[in-house]
């Protein structure tokens, strides 16, 4: 019976886990003292609490948001002052991106590149970004506008369009090259992201070795839990009900254990 409560508790949970709608865009309105096309990445400005500024290599320390239509957000909250922009600042925007940093493919992250308010993918420099890609882009189809720019090495022309881009501002830490352990970029972006800075790769390996642990110790007891069980309803059927219990409290062990852990995880990459 108690098997039967916690697998429907379980069920129930999944569907409404799987029933829940998209996280919503959020825009709210910044002041700003020129026009900023929709589709800019914009920076905070330095020089005016509550103003935005299009985002360019010289300030993408304060790279904040997209400019977005006002209609477009699923929330939209009131800014003040007359000349005003919304600024999307989570969920899912549709954002200018260029190909100079070559071609844009899907789970991308994208960065701001040479040309003001327009992205890029993400090169082998950590820098901050605006999100990931959820569209490929190559440079063709309707819409594209051609640019030639000025690369330090040369002139290059590169295509501007329009993708939709998942907005979660963060630190991208490239680790090609510079470090004795090996962290792949995505779990070091990740690590950065829950954390709010830069994480040491020593941090992140301490913090899996944990993890790895876990759930080697989690797995164990759950194997002895249910063979024991198997064992002991074989020799004694009128025992399942009691053995049925036990396994309960063993797989609520099992999840102590695993929320300890995801706690010890998040406090080695924090701290």
């Known amino acids: 019976m108690q098997v039967r409560r916690l697998a429907l508790t379980i069920a129930s949970l999944a569907a409404l886990l799987s029933a829940a709608p998209a996280l919503a865009s959020l825009s709210q309105g910044y002041a700003t003292s020129g026009t900023i096309a929709t589709g ?8 005016s609490s509550g ?18 239509p006002p209609s477009s957000a699923s929330i939209s909250l009131s800014g003040t002052g007359n000349s005003q922009v ?5 969920g899912t925007a549709a954002v200018l991106v260029s190909t100079a940093g070559g071609d844009i493919k899907v789970g991308d992250y994208i960065t701001i590149s040479p040309i003001a308010g327009v992205g890029q993918k993400v090169g082998d420099s950590s820098t901050r970004v605006i999100g990931t890609a959820q569209a490929d882009f190559n440079g063709s189809g309707d819409g594209v506008t051609k640019r030639t720019i000025d690369t330090g090495s040369g ?16 630190t991208y830490t490239s680790t090609d090259g510079k470090q004795k352990y090996v962290v792949p970029n995505w779990l070091q972006s990740l690590s950065n992201t829950l954390a709010g800075k830069a994480v040491s790769p020593i ?41 049925l219990g036990g396994m309960i409290q063993v797989m609520g062990i099992a999840a102590v254990i695993l929320g300890v852990t995801a706690v010890a995880m998040y406090l080695v990459i924090t701290r």
């Open 40 to 47: 800019s990445m914009v920076a905070l400005d330095a020089k």
């Open 51 to 68: 103003s935005v500024v299009v985002a360019d290599t010289t300030n993408s320390g304060r790279l904040f948001g997209v400019v977005v």
């Open 86 to 90: 919304q600024v999307v600042t989570s």
């Open 155 to 170: 002139k290059k022309e590169v295509a501007i369009g329009q993708i939709p881009v998942v907005i979660s501002v963060s």
């Open 203 to 243: 941090r992140i390996i301490a913090a899996l070795l944990i993890l790895i642990v876990s759930l080697v110790s989690v797995t164990v007891l759950l194997y002895a839990a249910v063979r024991n069980s198997i064992i002991s309803i074989g020799r004694n059927p009128l025992s399942r009900s009691s053995v």
